[in-house]
């Protein structure tokens, strides 16, 4: 038992008296030290040595681990902000797109002399022969009735065919039924539009364009305003063919219409006729034959 005591007296004094015997000497002028505080020195440089190695290692390792801490965070942060970013600019371009539209029906609106009712695309329903579009209006029908012109910013619809509450279906001006007196804007040449009955393009030909008009690719064709049943000057397609034939009466004609239906989304039916006389020019020259239309 005494041993053991003294022992541990011993470890505990050695324990205080290494550390102040290290302090003593590295803290004495070098020419002063004695052989004794020589060998302390050169045991302990080599530890402090390797001590503060590894506690600036140990300190610029956690500094890292800290600072990519912080740079995760950050970064997760800023992708959260970008993602609020892109959505706040895909709105307000969507708006910017809106107003452009709203603004182009409007002023659509100021310049057509009629009385028109606008309405908003909710539906297409379209095959080989038969091509409609489901329009819902901002008031109820009770003035839309069958076959009146529908028109866009950039041209012609269609007409409409039935009513139902605020819904009303739309004969597009590519169905096959569809009918439409055109002139060429560049040439004044006239014509008749229908659609072409293409499943899977939107195209129009035009027929009775007498072989002697001059019609190239690239002319754009507007309503004529015969009959007062379509504003004149409406924007209705724009010539992608033409075929002149050594003979016969007419010439064969192709179009797409200047409006792209897929991308469609507000128009303006025309609920009353134009109130400009000029356009109810009856038997132009150029007309279709009557019972052709």
């Known amino acids: 038992m005494n041993f053991k005591k003294y022992r541990d007296i011993v470890i505990v004094l050695l324990a205080l008296a290494v550390p102040f015997w290290f302090l003593r000497a590295s803290m004495r002028d070098p020419k002063q030290l004695s052989g004794p505080d020589r060998f302390i020195v050169g045991i302990a440089t080599p530890v402090q040595w390797a001590a503060a190695t590894l506690a600036r290692g140990v300190s610029n390792l956690w500094g890292d681990y800290i600072y990519l801490v912080d740079v995760k965070e950050d970064n997760a942060r800023l992708r959260s902000e970008n993602a609020r970013l892109r ?161 016969g009466i007419y010439q064969q004609v192709e179009a797409v219409p200047t409006v792209d239906f897929s991308r469609l989304e507000e128009v303006l039916i025309v609920i009353s006729p134009p109130t400009d006389d000029s356009q109810a020019q009856k038997g132009a020259p150029g007309a279709a034959p009557a019972g052709k239309r």
Do not use: H, W
Not at 160 to 179: E, F, H, M, Y
Not at 187 to 194: E, H, M, Q
């Open 87 to 247: 959505d706040k600019s895909r709105k307000l371009e969507a708006n910017e797109e809106e107003n452009r539209r709203l603004k182009r029906l409007l002023d659509l609106k100021s310049t057509v002399k009629a009385d028109v009712v606008s309405a908003q695309v909710i539906g297409k329903n379209t095959n080989e022969f038969f091509r409609v579009m489901r329009v819902t209006l901002d008031r109820e029908a009770r003035d839309v009735g069958p076959n009146l012109p529908v028109i866009s910013a950039d041209g012609v619809v269609g007409v409409t065919l039935k009513s139902a509450g605020d819904a009303v279906d739309v004969r597009l001006v590519v169905d096959a039924g569809s009918n439409v007196d055109v002139v060429v804007q560049r040439t004044g040449a006239r014509g008749f539009i229908r659609g072409a009955g293409d499943e899977s393009k939107y195209l129009c030909k035009v027929e009775y364009v007498q072989r002697t008009d001059e019609v190239e690719v690239g002319d754009l064709l507007v309503t004529s305003g015969v009959g007062r049943r379509f504003p004149k000057g409406i924007a209705v397609a724009t010539v992608t063919g033409v075929t002149k034939r050594d003979f």
